[in-house]
C-alpha cells in the first residue's frame, strides 16, 4: 500500500494551493481518508477527511469554509484545495487511509493505517 501526496508549495497569504493524494496497491472502496498536518513543535491535527462510499465530508473548524476536500471517482484519490490561506496554515501535510466497515468521517490519526509521506505547505505573510 503506498499513498503519495502532492501539491505542496510556498504560497503567499490568500493564496491557494490543491494537494493531491493517490493510493495504490488495493482497492480503497472501504477505506475512509484524511488530511492532517503538523506544524513545527505542534501535534499531528486533523484537517479534512472523507468517508467510504458516499462521501460525507468534515473539516476542522480552523479551516472550515477555506479548504474541500474531495474523492476522486475511483475512490483511491483524495484532493484538498485550500482557499484563502493563513501563516498559520503552514505545516507538513499528510494523507492517511483507514479501513472503515461504516460510512463515516474518522478524525483521530490513531485509526488510519497507511499513510502518505507528507507534502509541505508553507504560506507566507
Known amino acids: 500500500v503506498q499513498l503519495q501526496a502532492s501539491g505542496g508549495g510556498l504560497v503567499q497569504a490568500g493564496g491557494s494551493l490543491r494537494l493531491t493524494c493517490a493510493a495504490s496497491?488495493?482497492?480503497?472502496?472501504?477505506?475512509?481518508m484524511g488530511w492532517f498536518r503538523q506544524a513545527p513543535g505542534k501535534e499531528r491535527e486533523f484537517v479534512a477527511g472523507?468517508?467510504?462510499?458516499?462521501?460525507?465530508?468534515r473539516c476542522a473548524e480552523s479551516v472550515k469554509g477555506r479548504f474541500t476536500i474531495s474523492r476522486g471517482a475511483t475512490r483511491n484519490t483524495v484532493s484538498l484545495q485550500m482557499d484563502n490561506l493563513k501563516p498559520e496554515d503552514t505545516a507538513l501535510y499528510s494523507c492517511?487511509?483507514?479501513?472503515?466497515?461504516?460510512?463515516?468521517?474518522?478524525?483521530?490519526?490513531?485509526?488510519?493505517?497507511?499513510w502518505g509521506q507528507g507534502t509541505l505547505v508553507t504560506v507566507s505573510s
Open positions: 492517511a487511509a483507514s479501513y472503515s466497515a461504516t460510512v463515516q468521517v474518522i478524525t483521530d490519526p490513531g485509526r488510519y493505517e497507511h
Open positions: 472523507v468517508s467510504r462510499s458516499v462521501s460525507i465530508t
Open positions: 496497491g488495493r482497492n480503497f472502496n472501504n477505506y475512509a
